[in-house]
């Protein structure tokens, strides 16, 4: 089970930075209804990126010191995944070509993540100096390509050993992840300007902890209580680390900020939406900025509560990452613990691209709520990206229909958002190049970029190309 994946020319390679110019690769020939990318206006200094994560795309597990993570262990237990990330799109090997599509692209602003295990491989929290050369010559690369770094600390790659002494159930967890703060600030504090403590920490709790469908695999509602609670706790730690630290740089954090909707009008159905928002978002925005649970699930954390908690949760932030994709559609089950399963839209959808449903109204709806509850923190979109399973023409990647259809439409109602007045400051793609998706391994293709398994050669996709010339018309040039 995967959550995106419940929404029911040749080859580029060995780029020297600056060396491809869209303009002489394909002309600017966007499908019927897509709208022009500049008619698209957003306000001076909105920031237009791409994302990634190190656990998707890097590979190299074995390589270089790094150490051993939970999904390492996960992705080569069998029956768990669709194949490894043991390569991924070699992205540890190919990063400067990679930061040369960016650059050629016009893109101005990347969010990536570190890979914990590759940083400090194991308990003793020795640094991997052959790890932090990689991540120096990344921001190297991306300060010479005029590129703004947003770096992501935690992106699920928790290290095994951490995972073996229980893992986020563990308390000691959180602890261990101030001290991973602490030690990538002051090393990269210097020259990161935007940084994300944690990525999806619901996700994680719920499909890893609570489901079962991610690692480590575990099934149950304390299990998943226990594992969110206390990756809030360690997100608090973090941020007060950096703090610590000196880091120069804004800080925030990134959540699955998605409107949640009963499956059917049944009453159960209705209850187990409920709770579920308040897993799914309550429990990830009410400590952050209220310092406390939702109602509706504050007896299932009480247990793992302890004096001053919640005081350490609620930090101040400079932004609150927000990944959407679509409206999450929730029916009751008694299969798992928690009550709840993801179900299908009852409704007919307005926007549809291919066979998959678009929610675009969602994100904007999303936006408005978070302003409007929270106090209107700074909102930056750090996620929204559509799949296929194949390309429609895997002979070059280039023809994108359903992408474009879903970007142009969610971006053309975060403008309205922009317009309104919320306080939307940033869009990013997922993503910037086809990944490995965790338990669907590459089965699903979200990349601008088309990675061509088994040699992974580049191949730039048109939404690729409409979303360099939205970037360029907004008057951000190359």
């Not at 270089?64 to 939970?70: E, F, Q, S, T, V």
């Not at 009453?267 to 897993?279: I, T």
């Not at 954390?301 to 927000?322: E, H, T, W």
Request: hydrophobic share 40%; proline share 7%; aromatic share 12%.
């Amino acid at each position: 089970m995967k959550r995106r994946g419940l929404l029911a020319g040749a080859p580029v390679a060995g780029l020297a930075p600056g060396a491809l110019s869209p303009d002489a690769l394909i002309p600017r020939d966007y499908p019927a209804g897509v709208p022009a990318p500049g008619s698209f206006r957003f306000p001076p200094g909105f920031a237009f990126g791409v994302a990634s994560s190190a656990y998707q795309i890097e590979g190299a597990t074995r390589e270089d010191g790094r150490g051993l993570g939970m999904w390492d262990v996960f992705c080569h237990t069998p029956g768990r995944t669709r194949g490894n990330a043991d390569i991924a799109a070699d992205h540890y090997h190919r990063m400067p070509e990679d930061v040369a599509l960016m650059k050629a692209a016009g893109i101005r602003h990347y969010r990536f993540s570190v890979s914990w295990p590759r940083l400090f491989p194991d308990a003793s929290f020795t640094p991997n100096p052959k790890g932090f050369a990689f991540y120096d010559r990344l921001l190297d690369e991306l300060c010479a390509a005029g590129i703004t770094p947003w770096m992501t600390l935690y992106h699920w790659d928790l290290p095994q050993w951490i995972s073996a002494e229980g893992g986020w159930m563990n308390r000691d967890s959180a602890s261990y992840m101030a001290e991973f703060a602490a030690r990538a600030g002051a090393h990269f504090g210097d020259r990161v300007g935007h940084w994300m403590v944690m990525n999806e920490v619901a996700v994680q709790a719920i499909l890893g902890y609570g489901i079962g469908v991610h690692a480590p695999g575990l099934v149950g509602r304390e299990k998943s209580c226990a594992a969110l609670h206390h990756m809030n706790l360690g997100q608090g730690y973090a941020i007060a680390a950096l703090r610590a630290a000196g880091v120069r740089g804004r800080i925030g954090t990134v959540g699955s900020l998605e409107p949640v909707r009963p499956s059917s009008s049944a009453p159960e159905d209705v209850a187990a939406a409920a709770k579920f928002d308040a897993l799914w978002n309550g429990a990830v925005l009410d400590p952050l900025f209220k310092g406390r649970y939702p109602a509706l699930v504050e007896a299932d954390f009480a247990p793992f509560v302890r004096a001053g908690d919640m005081a350490a949760i609620r930090q101040k932030v400079d932004f609150i990452g927000v990944n959407y994709y679509s409206r999450l559609h929730i029916q009751h089950t008694d299969k798992f613990d928690i009550g709840a399963i993801f179900g299908a839209n009852p409704d007919p959808v307005k926007y549809r691209a291919l066979r998959w449903p678009i929610e675009p109204d969602g994100l904007y709806e999303e936006v408005k709520y978070i302003h409007d509850q929270y106090g209107a923190p700074e909102i930056v979109i750090t996620e929204n990206g559509f799949a296929t399973t194949t390309d429609p023409n895997p002979g070059n990647g280039l023809e994108d229909d359903g992408r474009l259809s879903y970007l142009a439409q969610n971006l053309a109602f975060l403008r309205k958002a922009a317009d309104e007045g919320l306080n939307v400051k940033g869009y990013f793609v997922w993503a910037l190049m086809d990944s490995f998706e965790w338990s669907e391994g590459t089965k699903w293709h979200f990349g601008l970029v088309r990675i061509e398994y088994p040699h992974l050669a580049r191949t730039p996709r048109q939404s690729y190309y409409w979303y360099s010339d939205l970037i360029r018309a907004q008057g951000i040039e190359a």
